[in-house]
């Protein structure tokens, strides 16, 4: 199952982030093409998306079902398609960012044409949904935070699950950065106000 | 003297931004083979397209062309004669068209296609199984005279790639029209390789309508014509009399592009225009295929010069059928139907739940029966439209979005019951039944004779080979049963300004507009009321845009 990772790293405590994701009604809106959202129970929630199927747009229902939930720590979720044949998950894990520590490995290097395609992607991506987030620098001086990583998988299955997935991999990295900018936009606007544009992450497929 | 808004004056003392021998306004098939035709012929040419993806409404078409006496057809063994098609061109055109100028498009296609594949990477292929839309009328072929244009590998574009217009239908499935004839893409949906297709799109080729714009694109390229995408053509400037350049509107800008030999409008049909549909056609059209950009600026430009219009109330109709929520081009996406009407376990019923037409006959014929009137109720008879089909259907072949295997699509309206069924979408449940039960009774006997239908190569073209004894004609009667709603579409408008045999935008008066010329869906459509074949659309917008171009560039700058 084709999946992928998105760190970034806010200049924000691990509480005051963990306060804002714990709850998924918080950041669901900020889904790529969300639409809406109807919670069932706390664990389940069916996700309205308009998701962007290659060149069209279509409407995708996704049950969204909470399979961890690890106080000020992780989400996991996994997907399941409602009216498209298509599963999936994703997992937000929050770490401190230690001032003094070594600063994690840089994801592997990918070939050339990896990144002109996840470039390409990112590009499509924008045009379609427009500009990014804003984020914001930390106040000089500084230290510490928090490191917010993002997985998403999804694959289609059924007998044009190959065709779906050839267009969706592509478009799962723009997503994933997108929520996990979102987020963090968000939580710097409310808790460090104005400031410089500034936007950190690092990206990593997993798998393909 | 033809004036544009603004004083003459004002115009001589504008400075060009740009100037060239021949604008060309549109990028479609029609724009594209006008821009190479004037090329060749030693013009220097700018193409402007208002969106920001090239192709216009050729690039989401199958990009077939039909062109009778081509070289191709020999290939596949098919023989053609030009009065053959003369004479069916003529009596499918009804009148609408000018015989001069059926003529002109008949001798000059084949011209045309030699033009196309010297000038662009293009390799045409005759289909050879793709029926004429009337084989059986005098003049028909049996094997068709479309061609077909292949795979195009969009690398080849460099950093165009991402502007070529991507079909929201084919521009996932790179097959060729060839491919998916013998793939059974309409009878056996689940068995397509789509694996390869999966392979296919990651390489970055197309099919259809892509392939052959990108083909056109790759030769423009080649020659150094960099289409200027959004911008749009908002008025033809005159200089006594004489269309001498374009206003144009590039984001929040107006440029001036100067003309020096001539304008060719190839902007496309006015038929995402409510308004201009409203005021012109013969019937509502609610749901086009097209990009969302023609909206008939081109017509409204020409009407501006005084031009004379001709075939207005004509479209290349079409039955649409709607995915709830699908949009394309931040529009929603009216999806052609060719097939489900076509295939087994299926009728189009009124709300009488009566059947009225022949489902599976050509698209463009087959729309002018849901715009019957009745005088008396004063309603048209035949709108709303439903297509019901049964399980059966969805066992075995596809519906838009849905290929058996897949969850059952939650826009279909279910019921487990005909009844049911007719009571969920306002239909008579006594006609309905009525008309199922007799509908059975063709299929098992294999013969439609209420509207003929599975009669005609071109029907077969569309259905089940492989079901019996009617490759058209399946049984309703397995539960449940689904409906979906027809709408009233089509793939572009064809009326508007009339043109003589060089292209030239005619006066009522018969003389020709110096300087404008005109091709594709934005001319009075050559074929008239008619739809003669597969990629009839092209075929003319292409040849009248070679003549176009040809024109222009020989005129005196």
């Known amino acids: 199952m084709p999946e992928v990772e998105y760190t970034t790293k806010m200049a924000l405590s691990r509480e005051l982030v963990w306060e804002f994701v714990k709850d998924m009604n918080n950041w669901a809106p900020m889904l790529t093409g969300y639409q809406k959202h109807e919670i069932i129970d706390d664990k389940d929630s069916i996700w309205t998306l308009k998701g962007d199927v290659g060149i069209l747009s279509r409407m995708v229902r996704l049950k969204a079902h909470v399979t961890e939930w690890s106080d000020r720590d992780r989400v996991a979720f996994t997907l399941e398609g409602q009216n498209e044949k298509v599963d999936g998950g994703g997992l937000l894990v929050m770490e401190d960012v230690v001032a003094d520590a070594p600063p994690p490995p840089p994801p592997p290097k990918r070939w050339f044409g990896r990144r002109f395609m996840d470039w390409l992607a990112r590009k499509m991506f924008r045009r379609m949904h427009g500009e990014g987030p804003k984020r914001l620098a930390a106040p000089a001086g500084t230290e510490g935070g928090t490191r917010l990583t993002f997985t998403l998988r999804m694959e289609a299955g059924g007998p044009t699950g190959p065709l779906v997935n050839a267009m969706l991999g592509p478009a799962l990295l723009p997503a994933a950065e997108d929520l996990a900018n979102k987020i963090a936009a968000h939580l710097e606007k409310v808790h460090l106000g104005s400031g410089a544009t500034s936007g950190s992450g690092s990206a990593a497929e997993k798998a393909a | ?557």
């Open chain 2, 1 to 557: 003297m033809f004036h544009s808004s603004q004083s003459m004056w004002f115009r001589k003392a504008q400075k060009w931004q740009l100037e060239v021998d021949v604008v060309v306004i549109g990028s479609g098939a029609a724009g594209a083979v006008a821009a190479l035709a004037a090329h060749a012929g030693k013009a220097k040419v700018a193409v402007l397209e208002k969106s920001d993806r090239f192709g216009g409404t050729t690039a989401v078409s199958g990009g077939v062309v039909w062109v009778p006496c081509n070289k191709h057809m020999a290939d596949v063994g098919i023989a053609d004669s030009f009065d053959d098609a003369l004479a069916y061109v003529t009596r499918l055109a009804d009148g609408r068209s000018e015989p001069a100028l059926i003529r002109r498009y008949l001798e000059t296609a084949p011209q045309m296609i030699d033009f196309v594949e010297g000038a662009t990477p293009i390799a045409f292929k005759a289909l050879g199984r793709y029926p004429d839309y009337h084989p059986e009328f005098a003049g028909g072929r049996p094997g068709g005279r479309s061609l077909d244009p292949g795979l195009f590998d969009t690398n080849t574009l460099g950093p165009w790639k991402d502007k070529l217009r991507r079909s929201p239908v084919f521009g996932m499935t790179a097959m060729s029209v060839s491919e998916a004839t013998d793939w059974g893409v309409f009878s056996k949906p689940s068995a397509l390789p789509f694996g390869l297709l999966a392979k296919r799109f990651k390489q970055g080729l197309v099919c259809y309508g892509g392939a052959l714009s990108g083909g056109l694109l790759k030769a423009l390229l080649d020659r150094g014509i960099e289409p200027t995408l959004g911008t749009s053509a908002e008025e033809l400037l005159v200089d006594d009399d004489r269309v001498v350049g374009v206003r144009a509107r590039q984001g929040d800008k107006d440029i001036l592009i100067g003309a020096k030999r001539g304008v060719v409008l190839a902007s496309g049909g006015f038929e995402w225009n409510a308004d201009l549909c409203r005021r012109f056609l013969g019937g509502p059209l609610t749901h086009p295929n097209s990009p969302p950009g023609n909206d008939g600026d081109g017509l409204r430009m020409a009407m501006s010069l005084g031009a004379d219009l001709g075939n207005m109330s004509e479209a290349w109709w079409c039955p649409s059928l709607m995915v709830p929520g699908e949009e394309y081009d931040k529009r929603p996406l009216h999806r052609g139907d060719f097939a489900t009407r076509s295939l087994p376990h299926s009728v189009i019923v009124n709300k009488q739940g009566h059947r009225f037409v022949n489902e599976a006959h050509n698209y463009n014929d087959l729309m002018k029966a849901f715009f019957a009137f009745d005088p008396v109720a004063y309603e048209r008879t035949n709108l709303p439209a439903w297509i019901v089909i049964d399980q059966q259907y969805l066992d075995r072949y596809a519906l838009l979005t849905y290929v058996p295997g897949m969850p059952i699509p939650e826009w279909l309206i279910k019921a487990d019951s005909l009844d049911e069924l007719a009571t969920a979408i306002g239909v008579d449940a006594r006609g309905l039944a009525a008309t199922v039960l007799r509908f059975n009774r063709f299929a098992v006997e294999g013969a439609d004779p209420d509207f003929r239908r599975g009669e005609s190569l071109y029907d077969h073209f569309y259905g089940d080979p492989e079901h019996k004894p009617n490759p058209n004609l399946g049984t309703i009667e397995k539960g449940p049963f689904y409906a979906i709603a027809v709408h009233p579409g089509a793939i572009g408008t064809k009326g508007g300004a009339r043109t003589d045999g060089d292209a030239r935008v005619l006066r009522p008066d018969g003389a020709p507009i110096p300087g404008l010329y005109a091709a594709g869906n934005v001319m009075a459509g050559v074929t008239g009321a008619g739809y003669p074949g597969a990629g009839a659309t092209i075929g003319a917008a292409m040849t009248f845009g070679y003549l176009a171009g040809r024109h222009a560039a020989q005129r005196s700058g």
